[in-house]
């Protein structure tokens, strides 16, 4: 079975300083996706990164950046300079094919960022 | 393009009444996807299809609960009776059939049950 855990439920910081968003990981399969989706106040879910089980390279995308390590089934998430637009609710995700070519998106619970002036 | 079309937005009823939540997923996305939001269990996956055929049912949480797909444009979650302990965001989803590929939702339908 697959399991996504996101250990912080809350994190506040005042604006401009840096944050990692924590999210680990279990699976069995050798081939899975991992995705982060935001959740902003107004309760759409925006995708925000995806990567494949056989690319850990870290990617850096303007002030987010995010640490993929398979030796500790981790996926990382760092906001660098946060801003109070930052302030979500952020999702880990994990997706695996299951035979037959189903395959399911399984969510952490989510770790609530609060970004104040 | 649109993106995932879901209505109503908002949804208040009374106890016992029948709901009806529709979806319009992306056109030529093969999979469309069925979640529930709520603060005690955060997102649940219900129910997801391909290719307008239900593949796993498994998290539909009761027989209240029934979701069809007579077309790859429409889909419908019908709770009847509701109950209170329904009430959550329920949000529709779409992919293209690659694993890879990402889930695109909808901006959600709240369900308040009276």
């Known amino acids: 079975a697959q399991k996504v855990t996101q250990a912080q439920t809350e994190i506040s910081v005042v604006e401009k300083e840096d944050v990692t968003l924590d999210c680990v990981y279990e699976?069995?399969?050798?081939?899975?996706?991992l995705f982060w989706y935001k959740q902003p106040p107004s309760g759409e879910l925006v995708f925000l990164i995806r990567r494949n089980s056989f690319d850990e390279q870290n990617e850096i995308s303007g002030r987010y950046s995010w640490n993929f390590q398979k030796s500790t089934s981790s996926f990382n998430f760092t906001i660098t300079a946060s801003q109070v637009v930052d302030s979500a609710v952020y999702f880990c995700a994990l997706r695996i094919i299951l035979t037959g070519g189903g395959n399911k998106l399984t969510f952490g619970t989510g770790t609530q960022l609060k970004v104040e002036l | 393009d649109a993106g995932v079309i879901q209505s109503p937005r908002h949804e208040v009823t009374e106890m016992g009444q029948e709901v009806t939540l529709r979806c319009k997923p992306i056109s030529g996305h093969d999979y469309l996807f069925w979640y529930r939001q709520t603060m005690m269990r955060g997102l649940e996956l219900l129910i997801y299809f391909n290719n307008n055929v239900p593949i796993d049912d498994s998290g539909m949480p009761e027989d209240r609960f029934s979701a069809k797909m007579p077309n790859a444009s429409f889909s419908t979650l019908k709770i009847q009776p509701s109950e209170p302990r329904d009430s959550a965001v329920y949000f529709c989803a779409s992919s293209l059939l690659s694993g890879a590929n990402v889930l695109t939702f909808g901006a959600g339908s709240r369900l308040t049950v009276l």
């Open positions: 699976t069995r399969d050798t081939t899975y996706y």
